[in-house]
């Protein structure tokens, strides 16, 4: 994916500056910023203090992971803001199946196998042998992804198989390369085949889906956000952001609106917030 042109320098809301606003494709990962004003208290110290009074050390600018911080993304021509969300509301919105499945996969305390048994008892459409994964496409088509287990870096990968997504009429494949790997989207009607960051959060309706990835300690993996839209019928991305924080769990609010868990570096630690964006129509 070729990367367009650079947005407009970053916003400046009540002293705070927002980060770069994003492209619609992938691009490096954003940098923060300093203020380019600050408000009378944050001046230099010389430029408050009457003549002959002791002088101050100026305060250092807001840290753009203060709590108030607003971030901005740049969806077409539409600038979209996240705002802080509510941990209670995060907290009592439902989890889609296969993303409370990967998260217990990641803290690789269950064997991937017999994951995958279980989850295929319950496909009709999906089944495994030997090292084939079979899908059986509504066309008539059969999809065939053929596990290679070597330790050759170059042709080393496993494909398991994750879930059947309904509302967007998708199978989930997760692809383990010899190092990373990635996620896969297969069409159940045609097979058609789409490469995606992690496992998909789904609206509502069908009508968008998301991907948020956290690797910001390894950095091993992209950190960000994808959106997607399957208004035609087929994934599209309209936008991806690769950022300095990371995106876990997002849950949708209604068929607008997220509300995930955002990872970012503190204090030499990974700290959390849960974070809100509203998609436009």
């Not at 010899?178 to 995606?196: A, C, N």
């Not at 991907?211 to 309209?238: F, H, I, N, T």
């Not at 769990?249 to 955002?262: A, K, M």
Request: glycine fraction near 6%; hydrophobic fraction near 35%.
């Amino acid at each position: 994916m070729s990367p367009l042109r650079p947005l407009p320098a970053p916003l400046v809301l009540g002293g705070l500056c927002l980060l770069t606003s994003c492209t619609l494709r992938m691009q490096p990962a954003e940098r923060a910023r300093p203020g380019v004003s600050l408000p009378p208290t944050l001046l230099p110290a010389q430029a408050q203090v009457p003549t002959g009074a002791a002088r101050k050390r100026p305060l250092p600018p807001p840290s753009p992971y203060r709590y108030s911080y607003l971030d901005t993304l740049m969806v077409g021509e539409r600038v979209v803001r996240l705002y802080p969300g509510s941990r209670d509301v995060f907290e009592q919105l439902p989890v889609q199946e296969w993303l409370l499945s990967q998260a217990a996969d990641e803290g690789d305390e269950l064997d991937p196998e017999a994951e995958e048994r279980r989850r295929l008892r319950k496909a009709t459409t999906a089944q495994r042998a030997g090292r084939t994964l079979a899908l059986r496409c509504q066309n008539g088509k059969a999809v065939r992804l053929v596990n290679n287990p070597t330790e050759n870096y170059d042709t080393s990968v496993l494909y398991e198989y994750v879930a059947t997504l309904p509302r967007i009429h998708h199978w989930l494949v997760a692809v383990r390369l010899y190092e990373g790997g990635y996620y896969l989207l297969i069409d159940q009607k045609t097979g058609r085949q789409t490469v995606v960051w992690s496992p998909p959060s789904v609206s509502p309706d069908g009508s968008y889906f998301v991907c948020g990835s956290s690797d910001v300690l390894a950095r091993y993996e992209p950190s960000g956000l994808q959106v997607w839209s399957m208004k035609s019928g087929r994934p599209q991305l309209l936008w991806e952001r690769q950022t300095e924080w990371g995106v876990s769990q997002p849950r949708w609010l209604n068929n607008h609106t997220i509300l995930f868990e955002q990872d970012f570096i503190h204090n030499g630690d990974v700290d959390t917030r849960v974070m809100r964006l509203t998609l436009p129509d």
